[in-house]
């Protein structure tokens, strides 16, 4: 796939951004008046450029991480500092893409994925983008219909398409291609490979997905459920080097034992056993 | 129907008296309305401009005016509007004291369509770095379009019915139509040609309403 989305920025591509989590907890209050540890010291250094896999159990707060990078919400402890800023509410440099597609149910998949487009990108340039995103992403057949018109898949395509458009320093993918059926799901990795290769994002991506952490990250950050956990432990489980260059082949034996590794520590084990019989 | 024939220049000129004024009112009532409603969803807890003290006040003050009944409203606002139009009689009188009522019973409807838009999107375009403005001009508004045309179609309705009383202080229309020359002089053929416009012209904006918001929700 040849992607040279270079030419339709216009100058406007934000250089990849580091990003430093340091000490990050989040805490909600619970309707009983109680509280429920969500986070719990989060350090973590991502490089800018590079391409971090968030695993972990449902529940254990990978949402609530990306929310506190994309400064939707604001951590009860510690700070997120981007590019050596610390983030705050409408911050630009970052763009999401949701775990559900969030798209505006009344505009066609275009204006949806042009509403991510920086502001004060001239229109021209603007519509380019977004016909070349959607290109992109397959749905160039589709650009005039609507979210209700299209399947969950398609939508989760779009909602990609929209957080691409901005061009951003820090991209934050909550399972973004959940809801795609195994091909498309391979497709899309190989695209977001691509763009990230084209032009240079820093990728904090939540998968649960041992396979597609493994293809697509230099690292690995396995979080915890802390409902199961000691007070001693702090959210991330661990943090895995994946080894060799992308691409990668997606057979490797080499991550045999990495992915192995890492299903245990999402509590599922590697092989089946079998019952035995009684 | 001799009579009827005698009445009909007065008949026609209170239909256009009614709209005139059922329409002025849904413009003034309706921004105003629009402008409250947008103000209470904006300042509920968690929303885009949460603000505790605004939305308390707002809320105690459309939850005073609400239950007033029309004909009470009418006369207890009667200083106010002799204050702000000019004079305490006549449709400018009913205009105004019709345009606070509807701007209280529209900020609700307003309010509960914009509740009814799923607040992941507005996140979503929070997120996108739209500011307060560009999401309540560029997707509340529009996302709850739909179902706003209908209210205001509601609201129009309820408007023709309100603004019958308006001969309690010297306001014309059908309503005033009716009683004056129905009611009073016991004709009710008389009574009953007002009540047949009131329902023709309640029946074509609902339609038109209906029509206006299913386009909309094809768009
Ligand atoms: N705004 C909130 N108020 C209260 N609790 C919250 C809030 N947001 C998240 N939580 C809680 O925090 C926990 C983690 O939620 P989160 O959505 O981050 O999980 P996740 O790891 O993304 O799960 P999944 O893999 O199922 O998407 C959940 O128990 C959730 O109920
Ligand atoms: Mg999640």
């Known amino acids: ?278 | 129907m001799d009579r009827l024939l005698e009445l009909e220049g007065l008949f026609w000129e209170s239909v256009v008296e009614t709209l005139y004024i059922v329409a002025v009112t849904l413009g003034i009532g309706g921004v105003g309305g629009l402008v409250i409603g947008v103000t209470l969803y904006v300042t509920r807890k968690n929303g885009l401009l949460a603000n505790a003290p605004v939305s308390i006040v707002l809320n105690l003050v459309v939850n005073f005016f609400r239950p007033i009944p029309f004909v009470i409203f009418i006369g207890a606002v009667q200083p106010l509007a002799r204050w702000v139009v000019g004079v305490g009689i006549g449709n400018r009188a009913i205009i105004f004291a019709l345009s606070l009522a509807a701007a209280f019973g529209i900020s609700r409807i307003v309010e509960q369509n914009l509740v009814g838009v799923d607040p992941g999107v507005v996140e979503a375009a929070r997120a996108m770095g739209a500011g307060r403005p560009r999401i309540i001009l560029t997707v509340l508004i529009p996302e709850a379009l739909g179902p706003l045309v209908l209210g205001y179609t509601f609201v129009f309705v309820a408007l023709v019915d309100m603004s019958a009383i308006a001969g309690v202080i010297g306001g014309g229309g059908l309503g005033n139509f009716a009683i004056v020359y129905g009611y009073r002089q016991f004709n009710p053929v008389v009574t009953w040609v007002a009540v047949i416009a009131i329902v023709v012209i309640v029946q074509v904006a609902q339609f038109a309403g209906n029509r206006l918001a299913r386009t909309i929700l094809r768009r």
Not at chain 1, 122 to 137: F, I, N, S, T
Not at chain 1, 241 to 248: A, I, L
């Open chain 1, 1 to 278: 796939m040849n992607v040279d989305l270079g030419s339709t920025t216009g100058g406007r591509q934000q250089p990849a951004l580091s990003v430093a989590l340091s000490g990050v907890g989040r805490t909600f209050p619970t309707p009983g008046g109680g509280t429920r540890e969500v986070l719990r010291e989060v350090d973590l250094d991502v490089r800018a450029g590079e391409v971090i896999a968030l695993v972990g159990p449902s529940g254990c707060g990978k949402s609530t991480l990306l929310r506190q990078i994309s400064a939707l919400d604001a951590p009860t402890t510690g700070s997120v500092v981007v590019d050596g800023v610390p983030v705050g509410p409408g911050d630009l440099r970052t763009a999401v893409a949701f775990q559900e597609p969030r798209l505006l149910p009344w505009r066609t998949l275009t204006a949806n994925v042009a509403f991510g487009l920086p502001r004060g990108t001239p229109k021209q340039l603007g519509a380019a983008r977004v016909a070349e995103l959607l290109e992109l992403v397959g749905l160039a057949d589709s650009a005039t219909l609507r979210p209700r018109q299209v399947s969950g898949g398609m939508a989760q395509r779009t909602s990609l398409a929209r957080a691409l458009a901005r061009a951003p320093g820090v991209l934050l993918l909550d399972e973004p291609f959940g809801a795609l059926d195994a091909l498309t799901r391979l497709r899309m990795q190989d695209l977001l490979l691509n763009v990230h290769a084209a032009r240079p994002t820093t990728v904090l991506l939540v998968t649960h997905d041992v396979e597609e952490a493994l293809y697509l990250a230099d690292r690995v950050v396995l979080l915890r459920d802390l409902r199961d956990s000691t007070p001693e432990d702090t959210s991330i489980a661990r943090i895995v080097e994946v080894p060799g260059d992308r691409p990668r082949d997606r057979a490797d034996h080499e991550l045999t034992e990495l992915r192995a590794e890492l299903l245990e520590g999402l509590g599922v084990a590697a092989h089946h056993t079998p019952a035995q019989p009684a």
